[in-house]
């Protein structure tokens, strides 16, 4: 949409409201559903539309597919980050000596190691998130993180593209709604879903989906089930709880959950310390990284995703160790990188303080946490650096620029919200499915795309929490 005419519809209150209508309309049609915060464990009556923008965000085509196109070759760094112990253990050692959860994570790591990973199958499925900014006229797209455990949203974004191509046709741009680009990361993420169960090879298992007490988003997951349904393969939800209380390996690992047998494990949970409430649920994690079962993600793989791994694969030749002879994947992959920092202790750590405390608003600093509204901005990074700056416990972060996107007007739709017309800043991120065999790489492909949009008053967007909403790309 010319961004012109973007602006002139913003000005008009009546229309915005009339669409706003339409749009959610439209989302419910969808079936794009959300439950409420009120009602969590329960679909009686208590859903009602995602939140979303009323206009998709216009970006450059050649970032969209600049992002498309270097997600194989992350989907393969990340495997092969997996598969190299000895860059996980010197990578994550200063990690560990500090931060409990990542500490709890390896020691699973260091127990499979040693016991000998039981199954040769390995599912990935992972989103590697992005901004853009514009320096100087010139567009560049930087990596945010990649998420390699609980990758979500898969299933919302599908619900997602019509919606917008509705509102598009409405405002009379028939020639804008076609540039929306199909999407539907669930059918990808459920095709290597059911490639790993037909490699476990026993038509009676069941994929196992490992999840949360409540969840609101609960839709975005069904859709992925039912795609496996519609393939003849049986789903079941269980919790750490559950997987405690009726879980047991049999004499060749074999993973059984009140008495079914698990061919997949797919965690849509257990990425942050809170989804672990007692010991019980580590052991049941350890049980379930020790089985025969298919772990998507593996525990190595989910410390491949670590904010501290980003910030080690930025240094210089460590892409190149995993790339040896492809110096054209490594130009590409490093190209999304954005300024990534030690806080190690020693010189290099000593620096990227002094950087920090310097200048504040030009970085994040990270925590090893995932789901949104861990990481650090402004003067509040003054302040934690501050009281940690001389110890070791700065190195349970890592520092990394900030990306500053140009803000593009949009209107905000969310349940019992008013309207937000705001100046809004976008996140895309693409969907990373493989399926390896011991050597073989048999699946390796980008699934499909997520576009999501914040407020700029805010640093950090969550759809859940409430401070992002559901977008898509316009490309021009
Ligand atoms: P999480 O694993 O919790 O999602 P992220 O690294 O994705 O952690 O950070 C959460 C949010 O913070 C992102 O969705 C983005 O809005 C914002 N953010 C993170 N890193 C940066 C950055 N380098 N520049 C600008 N914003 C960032
Ligand atoms: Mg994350
Ligand atoms: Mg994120």
Redesign the pocket.
Known sequence: MAEGRRNDLLMNTTLINELAEEAKDSALLQGFLIRLKESPNSSEVRVTYAPITLFPTPMPKAIFLQAMEVQIHFNILVDKISQDPDFLQEALASTITVDDFTAKLFKIHQHVLKEGRSQSIVLGLNRS?Y?WDQKDGHTSL?Q??I?TISAGAGGAAARMTDVHRHILKVTGQLEESQRIIDNNPAEGLAKALAKAWELYGSRRAVVMFLVAENEINIMDQRVVENELWKRNIATIRKRFEDVSASGNLDKDKRLFVNCQEVAVVYFRYGYMPQNYKSEKAWDARLMMECSLAVKCPDISTHLAGT?KVQQVLAKPGVLEHFFPDQPQVVEQVRATF?GLYTLDMGAEGDETVAMALATPDRF?L?PQ???????IYGQEICEVLGKVKGSAERMAYIL????QPVPTRNCLLGRGKPLKISSC?S?LGFFGAYVRQGNDMLMNDCVGYLM?T?SSET????VISGTAVWDNPLLF
């Open positions: 998130d901004m930087k945010i993180e998420n904010k954005a994040v990270k946490r995932e789901g949104g509204g861990n990481n990394m620029d900030k990306i800043l996140e999501r914040k640093s950090e967007g969550s």
